[in-house]
């Protein structure tokens, strides 16, 4: 019996080390992880300091594209007619993976790397949505992946697209509709969460515009008989949809906000905008949603003797799942491992926590685990414009926790997190993660050829059609 015990001991330790050092490939990764975290580190930091919003991505792109030309890709800036997009690739033949690079802001979410509400002096933006860190892991990929190409000699092409405006600007989208992806093989991305999961997930279809209303203006006590008021049209109209709300199919959203109510209550405004968001899970469903929303919208001009006109800004498909190339990500996360916080990352989600609520509080620590893979796929209650390119190739994503668990993306605690380590060490591992993913797709040709059998056989009489029509991207949505 105490034989059997100090055998099982002895055994144990051995058995570990076995298996760290099993995968000559998940050693490679985690060691030029290390070799490039300074860089990747710098391209968060830099990003969320500047927080830029979309389409104005400036010194952000400009330093994504620095890092990967002096690292030997060739570059090309201001794709799709977008002046912040950008496609950087590395290699010369064998099968094109692509990583997708955000870098967008989220307007009026200033917020310093702290665990109280305090805005960050000077910055009237933030990293709500994570997207510093999403540009900082997708380079420190491609990094690693070309060291692997070069090193191998495995016939490969590593290709980076800076997609920005992600945030309603639907910058994916064009690129896509440029055909930028047409001869890539796999697209993978990933993006800040709460949590560890490389489940295969889909999201709601999205199309969004700015309704604008043309009034009469006169002044409102000594006149009120010759103006006719924009802003009625727009209260009519929210009316009407909040009334239509109850005869939606299950699974709809729909919001709004008011971007111009008028400029003082003694004028009758003589303009009013109001910026509306639709989704569903299904794109035809968006589209029949959309024909009666434009129809109360002639309906509220026709009632308040104003008119109407409007301009769609974005519009994005569900995500196309592809669960073979989703499992290959997760079982490259569970080689990386979850995320160990130290002491005073401790002491800052365990401070945070409570601004979030008890759940919150109860789940700090789960950052430690990977969410156990499924084959069902859930429907994500959001918008990617991903979704368009997931359209065009086999594409698979995954989440890290860069939050401390229980945090929800746009939020004040998200860009906080975002600002601290506890932010790094989500991109780390999402970084790892991709890299590790991709070289065993490389090393695995039958695989990549696998995840094209099956998005063929998801999208098969799908006709799709971006859902923002012909128009060019929405350069200035932001202004
Ligand atoms: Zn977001
Ligand atoms: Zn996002």
Not at 203 to 219: E, P, Q
Not at 378 to 399: H, Y
Not at 427 to 446: G, W
């Amino acid at each position: 019996m105490k034989a059997g015990i100090t055998l099982l001991l002895l055994v144990i330790p051995l058995f570990t080390i076995a298996k760290e050092h099993a995968d000559p490939d998940t050693a490679f990764v985690r060691n030029k992880m290390a070799s490039y975290q300074s860089e990747a580190d710098t391209i968060a930091d830099s990003l969320w300091q500047w927080a830029e919003l979309g389409y104005k991505e400036t010194r952000s792109t400009a330093l994504m594209q620095d890092v990967l030309s002096n690292h030997g890709f060739t570059v090309t800036p201001g794709v799709a007619g977008i002046p912040t997009a950008f496609e950087a690739s590395f290699g010369n033949e064998g099968p094109v993976i692509a990583l997708l690079a955000e870098m967008d802001a989220l307007p009026g979410l200033s917020q310093q790397p702290s665990a109280t509400k305090q805005k960050q002096p000077g910055m009237e933006n933030g990293h709500a949505c994570g997207h510093h860190l999403f540009a900082g892991g997708a380079i420190g990929a491609a990094l690693i992946i070309k060291d692997y190409l070069e090193q191998s000699g495995l016939p490969g092409q590593i290709r980076v697209y800076g997609t920005p405006a992600e945030e309603g600007g639907s910058g994916k989208v064009y690129m896509a509709r440029e055909g930028l992806f047409d001869d890539v093989d796999i697209a993978l991305h990933w993006h800040p969460g709460d949590r560890n999961s490389a489940r295969a997930s889909s999201s709601l279809a999205n199309k969004s515009a700015k309704f604008r209303f043309y009034g009469v203006a006169a002044h409102a006590a000594a006149a009120p008989e010759r103006g006719r008021s924009a802003l009625d049209a727009v209260e009519a109209m929210n009316m009407m949809v909040n009334l239509m709300r109850e005869h939606v199919p299950d699974g709809t959203r729909i919001h709004y906000v008011i971007t111009n109510g008028g400029a003082a209550p003694n004028i009758v405004p003589d303009f009013a905008e109001v910026y509306y968001y639709v989704r569903s899970p299904e794109p035809d469903v968006v589209l029949s949603l959309w024909d009666r929303l434009t129809t109360i919208a002639d309906a509220a001009a026709m009632g308040t003797e104003t008119r109407v006109d409007y301009e769609v800004l974005g519009g994005t498909w569900n995500l196309l799942p592809n669960l073979t190339l989703a499992a290959q990500m997760d079982s490259s996360m569970h080689a990386i491992g979850g995320i160990e916080y130290s002491s005073s990352e401790q002491t800052f989600a365990k401070d945070i926590a409570p601004t979030l609520g008890n759940k919150a509080t109860q789940m700090v620590g789960t950052q430690k685990d990977i969410e156990p893979f499924s084959e069902v796929i859930p429907v994500w209650s959001a918008s990617t414009d991903v979704g368009d390119v997931s359209w065009q190739v086999p594409t698979a994503g995954i989440r890290t926790a860069t939050w401390v668990p229980g945090t929800p993306p746009h939020s004040w605690q998200a860009v906080a997190a975002g600002g601290t380590t506890i932010g790094k060490k989500g991109m780390t591992l999402a970084a790892s993660t991709l890299a590790l993913t991709a070289i065993k797709l490389y090393q695995q040709p039958e695989k990549i050829k696998k995840a094209n059998a099956e998005f063929n056989q998801r999208r098969a009489g799908i006709d799709y059609q971006p859902l923002v029509g012909e128009r060019q991207p929405a350069l200035n949505y932001r202004d």
